[in-house]
C-alpha cells in the first residue's frame, strides 16, 4: 500500500521497494594461474577493521528493528557490530542525563523532539550535507533542523488527532464535529445512547501531555507560532492566557465524557479493547497509522479527525517520530560506522519498508513502499489535500517534552482528580518556564 504525495506537506507516494545499497567492502577476486587453478586474491589492506556501535534505542523498543537492522548490517557491513540498549521513549530523557556525564552512546534512536532538544545543547553530530538526506522527505530534516545544523535522520511519522470508530459514528448518524458546538452535541448523542464518548488510559500521563499540545496547537500556535518563544521572553504565560486555559479546558471535557473510575488505573491496551467493542465512540489521543489497535482487531475500522478548535478550521497534526541521532564526539572510525548505518538505513528500501510494516508508521525515507493496512488512510489524505494538516513540532520545538510538557502533564492530571485548581496548573507551568527549552 502507497502513501501518495500529501499537499503542503508530504506523504510521497510509494513505488517498487528498492534494492540493498552500499556493501560494506567489494568480494575478493579470484584468478586463474596458467595452470587453471584458481588463487584467492586477499591482501590486508582489504580487510575492514571491526567497529562495535552503541545504540540506545528508545524509540521503536520491542518492535524488532533492531534484529531488522543487525541482520541487513551482516549482510552489507559485517565488520559493524551493535550493541542495543533498549528502554522505553518516557525513560530517555533520565537515561540522557547520565550519559552526558558518563558519555554517549554513538547513536541515539528517539524522537523528532529529541534531536531539536539534544542538539540544541552541542551533544549530538550535524548531519548537514549528508548524501543519504538526500533520501529523507524534506519535511522529515525540517524537523530536526536547528539554525541549519541537521541533528537527526528523521525515519518515520504519525498523525495526531481524534480517532473514531466509523461503525458507531454511522449507527448514531453522526457526523464529523468541527466546532466545540458540534463536539458537545455529539458528545450528548453517544450519552443518550450509553456509549462512552472517549476512551482514554491517563494512567500514562504521557496521554494528557499529548493531549495538552494538540489542542495548543489548535487554539495557541496556530494563533501565535512563536508563542514559545515569548514564554520564555515574559511576553506571556499559561496563567494569563485564554487559549492555553481552553487547551486545559479541552482536556477536562474529555476526562468528565471517559470512563473516570478507570482512566488513572486502565493501561492502553485494556482501554483500546473497549473502544474497539463500542463501549466508547472517540480515543483521544489519537496516532494514525497505529499498530496498537491492529494487533487486537485486524478488521476493526476507523478514522482520524482534529479535534476541534473555537474557530473552526482545527487541522490534523503531523509528526516526524522515529529518529535516529549520533554523539557529537565519536572518533573518526566510529562516525564513518554510524554514517554507513544511515546510509543503510536511507538506502535499503526494503529494509525500512520492513520495519514501517512492523510500526506502522509513515516512512520519511522516499520511495518505500508498505503493505500495512490503515483505515485512516482516506481521512488523512483528505486533510492533506486541503491543506489542513501542521507539523506539531511547531509547537513541541518551543516547549520541550523532557523536564516541562511531561511534568506539566502530572499537574493536569492532579487537577482533573480534584488535587489542585487549574490556576495551580496553569502556575506550574509557567514556575518551570527555565525547563521549557535546553
Known amino acids: 500500500m502507497k502513501w501518495r504525495k500529501m499537499t503542503g506537506l508530504l506523504m510521497t507516494g510509494s513505488i517498487a521497494a528498492g534494492m540493498l545499497f552500499g556493501c560494506g567492502g567489494k568480494d575478493e577476486g579470484n584468478t586463474t594461474d596458467t595452470k587453471g587453478e584458481e588463487v584467492q586474491e586477499s591482501t590486508a589492506k582489504d580487510e575492514k577493521e571491526p567497529v562495535t556501535l552503541r545504540i540506545l534505542l528508545a524509540a521503536g523498543s520491542g518492535t524488532g528493528m533492531d534484529e531488522i537492522i543487525d541482520e541487513a548490517l551482516a549482510e552489507n557491513y559485517p565488520e559493524i557490530q551493535v550493541e542495543w540498549e533498549m528502554i522505553n521513549w518516557n525513560d530517555l530523557n533520565t537515561k540522557m542525563q547520565t550519559y552526558i556525564q558518563s558519555g554517549l552512546p554513538d547513536i541515539i534512536v528517539g524522537k523528532a523532539t529529541d534531536a531539536v532538544t539534544y542538539g540544541k545543547m552541542g551533544i549530538l553530530g550535524d548531519l548537514a550535507g549528508k548524501p543519504y538526506l538526500d533520501n529523507v522527505n524534506e519535511v522529515g530534516t525540517e524537523s530536526v533542523t536547528v539554525d541549519g545544523k541537521v541533528y537527526g535522520l528523521a525515519f518515520d511519522a504519525m498523525y495526531q488527532g481524534i480517532i473514531y470508530n466509523r461503525k458507531v459514528f454511522e449507527e448514531n448518524h453522526v457526523e464529523i464535529p468541527t466546532t466545540y458546538e458540534e463536539l458537545d452535541a455529539a458528545i450528548q448523542t453517544f450519552k443518550d445512547a450509553g456509549i462512552t464518548p472517549f476512551a482514554t488510559h491517563f494512567v500514562d500521563t504521557w496521554s494528557i501531555g499529548n493531549l495538552a499540545m494538540q489542542f495548543a496547537m489548535g487554539d495557541v500556535f496556530s494563533k501565535d507560532p512563536l508563542w514559545g518563544d515569548k514564554f520564555r521572553s515574559g511576553e506571556v504565560s499559561f496563567v ?195 525547563n521549557s527549552l535546553q
Open 240 to 434: 494569563d492566557s485564554p487559549e492555553y486555559r481552553q487547551a486545559y479546558e479541552n482536556i477536562k471535557k474529555i476526562y468528565d465524557n471517559t470512563w473516570q473510575d478507570e482512566t488513572f488505573s486502565i493501561e492502553e491496551t485494556a482501554s483500546d479493547a473497549k473502544f474497539i467493542e463500542g463501549e466508547a465512540a472517540m480515543k483521544a489521543p489519537g496516532f494514525c497509522p497505529t499498530d496498537t489497535l491492529y494487533t487486537l482487531d485486524e478488521n476493526f475500522d476507523y478514522g482520524l479527525f482534529p479535534y476541534p478548535n473555537a474557530t473552526g478550521d482545527a487541522k490534523l497534526l503531523f509528526q516526524a517520530d522515529t529518529t535516529f541521532m549520533k554523539n557529537e564526539n565519536s572518533d573518526k572510525a566510529v562516525n564513518e560506522a554510524v554514517d554507513k548505518v544511515f546510509t543503510l538505513l536511507t538506502e535499503n528500501k526494503e529494509m525500512v519498508g520492513e520495519i514501517c510494516d512492523i510500526t506502522m508508521k509513515a516512512p520519511m525515507i522516499k520511495d518505500v513502499e508498505t503493505t500495512y493496512p490503515d483505515p485512516s488512510r482516506n481521512d488523512i489524505e483528505k486533510y492533506a489535500d486541503a491543506n489542513e494538516i501542521v507539523n506539531v513540532d511547531i509547537g513541541n520545538n518551543q516547549l520541550q517534552w523532557g523536564g516541562f510538557q511531561d511534568e506539566n502533564a502530572k499537574a493536569i492530571a492532579e487537577w482533573l482528580q480534584g488535587d489542585i485548581t487549574i490556576d495551580a496548573a496553569l502556575k506550574a507551568a509557567d514556575d518551570r518556564k527555565d
